[in-house]
């Protein structure tokens, strides 16, 4: 079964478990969630760009879930517990929700890697635990661990005590002697340094995307002047995502605006608190229950919005953004992201995401804007997407990044 409009291009390969020898570094990436997974994040979708950009140079493998997120059964695009082949990789997909550390290391040498690729601090089963059976091994191989903006001082709120446990025992470990960080821009190279210490190993190479251009917007009629504001909140429903503060903000408004709120719940404690604040909304602000998106199809769904909201409180890149702006949307987004170039641009605002009465005043200043200004922002954001995917450093810099870690040497 293979879910409209997307193609995985899974083919099962039938190998023994015995180590792979290639003439190519040979790099292992332990992802938590990997395509086809419909509810995946930007991590996902950069494995996916790396494995299409640099399959012909590395030889991929990937350990990941058969298991979407927050779901209770197998994808069933895909066939667990053997070697498959996508994106020209060698992916497993993992059908054991908690397994044994043994059964782990078998996976990690049967594929020989000269590199592992962690992506997450704070995942159990893709991260920590594989982490610890390497070290406790003693594998002689390089790790190189992705926190993926968990380290923001706006993600580092939430959950605290859980977060600092974690980050003292990784302390404790000395894992900086062990492993390479990556960092997808320099604010968060800066994030890592401020939790780990100013000597730590890290290189930075920007989140890549290879499945995504900017999309010609659907012809539209002109809104009325008095017409509601049609905007958009697509992210996993999580305190970081902050939504319960855009809900605050929306009580605030003083313009009418209909908020569709898209993508799986995370928390279903938090999203317990935001269906409080959905039914407390005034008369002028209106709010719908959306649900997930395909990834495939992000794009033209937002396209049919006027504006995307995410006052995040921390991203180090927000594919989500990204996907906003090639769908021509402007965008009002936390200022703890590396999207400064947005308000640059006129593509859209930066908002303190601890501050509901800011984001209220930005949102009620879109509303001032005329039609004309408003398609003016529009262009702005097309535009700035693709400046941002015309770009070839990324690539580049994953390709050193891979090369340096994999023959040994240690990034700068």
Known sequence: MTRPGYDPGITV???PGHSIKSHRPRVLMVWPLFPPSVRSGGPARTAEAILTSLGAEFDFSVITSAYDFASSKEMPEVRSDHWCEIFGAKVW????????????????RSRDPQLVCLNSLWNARFSIFPLLTI??????????????GELSPGALRTRPWRKRFVICAYRALRINRRVSWHASTEMERADIRRVFGPTVRCRVAVNLRSDLAPAQRLARKTPEPLAPIRAVFLSRITPKKNLDGLLRALSLVQTDIELTIAGPIDEPSHWSVCRQLIEALPENAVARIHGPVA???????????????LPTHGENFGHVILEALAAGLPVIVGSDT?????????????????????????????????????????????????????RSEGVEAHRQMFLELAQGERPR
């Open 135 to 148: 070290l406790a091994s003693r594998m002689e191989v390089p790790v190189l661990l992705s926190p993926h």
């Open 338 to 390: 590396p999207w400064q170039q947005a308000e640059a641009e006129h593509a859209g605002w930066l908002v303190n995401s601890d501050s509901p009465p800011e984001l209220a005043r930005l949102i009620d200043r879109f509303a001032t804007l005329t039609p004309a200004e408003r398609a003016v922002m529009s262009e702005s954001a097309t535009r700035l997407a693709a400046k941002v995917l015309g």
């Open 13 to 15: 390969v039938d190998e």
């Open 295 to 309: 990834p495939a199809k992000v794009v033209d769904f937002l396209g049919g919005f006027d504006l995307f909201l």
């Open 93 to 108: 997909y993992m059908s054991e929700r908690r397994p044994p550390p043994f059964r782990l290391l078998q996976l990690i």
